[in-house]
Structure formats: C-alpha cells, structure tokens
C-alpha cells in the first residue's frame, strides 16, 4: 500500500468511447503525476499538476484530458482513443517542498486496452 | 533533453551481487534515483543520490559519478525476491522539478 491509489485496475474500451481514469493520493502531497508505460519503453511523463496547477505537458495528445479538482484527486480523462495508446497508466504523487530526495509514490496503475 | 540509458536485461544467481548501470545524457539534475517495480505492481523508490558517491541502504547501494554521467544501483545477498524491474530516474534542472525523466529499465532475472 503506497498511499496512492487508482481505479479501475483494468480498463477495455473502444476507439469511440468516452472513460475516466482516477487516482486520489492519502499522504498530503502537493504535486501529482501521470505516467505511460508500455512495453520495452521507459515510462513516459504525460502530465504533473503542482498545487492543483498543470505545470506539464508533455506533447500529449488531446484525446488525453487530465482534471485535478484539489490536491488528492487527479482524472485521466480519455476519449476516441487508438490502439496504440493500450499501455499501463501510472498515478504518482510527491511533495515537492522542503523534501530533499523527491521522491514518487506510484499507484499500481490502471491497465488500458483499447479495441 | 534527457536520456538515460539502462541494460535491458540482467540474469545473477541467488546469493551473488549484480550491478546495473545507468549512464545518462542530461544538461544537469539534482539527483538520481532509483525505482524497483515488480511484475503488476507500482514503481516503490530506492534510493537517492545528491552527490558523487555511494549511498548504502541494508542490501541496496547506489553510485552517482556525475563528472562521467555515470551511475549504478548495487544489489547484494540477492534474493529471489530481487527479480524486478530497476529504473534510475532523474530530476532535471531544467524544464521543472517536475519533470521527473526515467531511464529505459533493467528486467533483473534471480535465478536459484
């Protein structure tokens, strides 16, 4: 148990569906992450929120739609997706004052399929 | 940009100490760490390096050189449970703290 947890563990859905991935983090962080990670690749960052604010974007496509309504919840809001965004989506948090290693605490992921 | 690379694969056997390696290409960081993700399971950290060196935590040792770009995660008394995946990872001076950058990932195979 990390203190960060994500739903739904495992996720199938179409090209022309509409779906949410959540996360909500229990540990009072101030930053949250998301994270790709497919096969043979490093994990890619996507999107960090600090202080409820997007301070990354990493040249994600806008059929990836993140929300953070307050500092413990982060969405991952997905829509017309492809094939080859089927990966494992990774949740993360860290509290990035006055913590000197920086340190992310990772969700166990939701595991997208898309069809 | 960032880019740290990591071998794709290591096999060691039980008892014995491995080490994997993680030489990066970056235009400066605050440190190197160091993540352990189990099959189905989410990336836990390591271990930290600030400053050249070796840090020790029990089984776990960790290298930064940064004048050779060069770091290394030591494993020793490995345990079956040792099997994983290692990345090294880093945070960029520029660009944002934030923007945390992983290396490709080293599959540790432990074998009897």
């Known amino acids: 148990e990390t203190g960060v947890t994500q739903t739904p563990r495992h996720l199938v859905m179409g090209m022309t569906n509409k779906k949410s991935l959540k996360c909500e983090q229990h540990?009072?962080?101030?930053?949250m992450y998301w994270y790709k990670q497919s096969a043979k690749k490093p994990l890619e960052l996507m999107f960090v929120?600090?202080?409820?604010?997007?301070?990354e974007n990493n040249s994600v496509p806008s059929r990836f739609s993140p929300e953070c309504p307050n500092s413990s919840h982060l969405f991952l809001h997905l829509h017309t997706l492809q094939p080859e965004d089927s990966a494992l989506y990774l949740c993360?948090?860290?509290?990035?004052?006055?913590?000197?290693?920086?340190?992310?605490?990772f969700g166990e992921g939701s595991r997208l399929t898309v069809l | 940009g960032q880019s740290l690379e990591q071998p794709s694969e290591v096999t060691a056997v039980e008892g014995a100490i491995v080490q994997i390696n993680c030489t990066y290409q970056?235009?400066?960081?605050?440190?190197l760490s160091w993540y352990q993700q189990h099959d189905g399971g989410a990336p836990t950290f390591l271990s930290y390096n600030a400053l050249d060196g070796l840090e020790e935590t029990g089984r776990f040792s960790s290298f930064l050189s940064r004048s050779d770009s060069y770091g290394y995660l030591l494993l020793q008394e490995l345990q079956m449970k040792d099997s994983a995946s290692y990345f090294c990872a880093v945070r960029p001076y520029s660009g944002g703290y934030q923007k945390v950058t992983f290396g490709t990932g080293t599959k540790l195979q432990v074998i009897p």
């Open positions: 929120y600090s202080l409820e604010e997007r301070v």
């Open positions: 540990l009072g962080h101030n930053a």
């Open positions: 993360a948090s860290s509290q990035d004052v006055g913590q000197r290693t920086g340190e992310l605490f």
């Open positions: 970056t235009s400066g960081f605050y440190g």
